[in-house]
C-alpha cells in the first residue's frame, strides 16, 4: 500500500544546530506539504512544492527550506534551531483530488 | 482572505448521543472543504471532503459534513457517538493557490 514515512519521529536537538526531518512519499504525488502542529495554532504550513525542483514558502517559513530532487521527498532543514522551533512537523502530500495525506509526524524539541 | 474558524475548543457529548462540530469558512469562489480527524500521537486522517454536489457529504467511520451556502458552514455530524470517536478534528478550506487552510480544531470527548 501507499503510505508516507517521517523520520525520526522524535528528535532532540540543541539550539543553533543544523536539523534535517524527512519525509518520504510512495503515493507518486506531484504536491508535497510541510506544517507545524503548535497548541492553539492549529497548522500552519512551513513550505511545499508542486513538483520536482519546485518549492514555495508557506505562511510561517522563516528558519526552514526545503529542496525537492525528486517526486518521493520532501526534506525539512532547520538552519539554526530554535526553541521557538519546538513543535510538532508533519508532512503531506496531494494528488490530482485536493485530498491531502498525512505522515505520521515528527515530534522536535530544541532545548 | 480564506480562512476557516472553529469556534469550540471543546465538544462533551454522550456515548449514543449526536454529535455535531462546527464549522465556518470565508472563502471566494466556490468552496472546497475538508474534515480532518487526528488520534493521540498520529498524523491527521481524511474523514470527508465537498466539492460540489449534494450538500449531504457522507465520510469515513459514520461521519457526515452539511455544507450551507448561506451561512458558510459546514458542520461535521454524527447520529451516534461512540466513545472511540473521541480526537481532535479539523476543518479545512482549500484556497486560491490550491493549498488547504486549517481551522485550530476542536476536541472531541465522548463520554461513556
Known amino acids: 500500500d501507499a503510505e508516507i514515512t517521517q523520520s525520526p519521529r522524535h528528535k532532540i536537538t540543541e539550539t543553533g544546530r543544523q536539523v534535517t526531518l524527512a519525509c518520504h512519499q510512495t503515493w507518486n504525488h506531484n504536491n508535497m506539504f510541510w506544517y507545524r502542529q503548535d497548541l492553539g495554532h492549529g497548522l500552519r504550513l512551513i513550505h511545499y512544492s508542486y513538483g520536482v525542483q519546485d518549492t514555495n514558502k508557506g505562511e510561517v517559513s522563516d528558519g526552514y527550506s526545503v529542496s525537492r530532487s525528486n517526486t518521493e521527498d520532501l526534506p525539512l532543514t532547520l538552519e539554526s534551531a530554535a526553541s521557538s522551533q519546538t513543535s510538532v512537523y508533519f508532512c503531506?502530500?496531494?494528488?490530482?483530488?485536493?485530498?491531502?495525506?498525512f505522515g505520521p509526524g515528527t515530534r522536535l524539541t530544541v532545548l | 482572505a480564506q480562512s476557516v474558524a472553529q469556534p469550540e475548543d471543546q465538544v462533551n457529548v454522550a456515548e449514543g448521543n449526536p454529535l455535531t462540530v462546527k464549522c465556518t469558512y470565508s472563502?471566494?469562489?466556490?468552496?472546497?472543504l475538508f474534515w480532518y480527524v487526528q488520534y493521540p500521537n498520529r498524523g491527521l486522517q481524511f474523514l470527508l471532503k465537498?466539492?460540489?454536489?449534494?450538500?449531504l457529504v457522507k465520510g469515513s467511520y459514520g461521519f457526515e459534513a452539511e455544507f450551507n451556502k448561506s451561512q458558510t458552514s459546514f458542520h461535521l455530524k454524527k447520529p451516534s457517538a461512540l466513545v472511540s470517536d473521541s480526537a481532535l478534528y479539523f476543518c479545512?478550506?482549500?484556497?486560491?493557490?490550491?493549498?488547504?487552510?486549517f481551522g485550530t480544531g476542536t476536541r472531541l470527548q465522548v463520554f461513556p
Open positions: 503531506a502530500s496531494s494528488g490530482s483530488t485536493d485530498t491531502q495525506y
Open positions: 465537498y466539492i460540489t454536489g449534494d450538500n
Open positions: 472563502v471566494s469562489g466556490n468552496p472546497y
Open positions: 479545512a478550506v482549500r484556497d486560491n493557490t490550491d493549498k488547504l487552510i
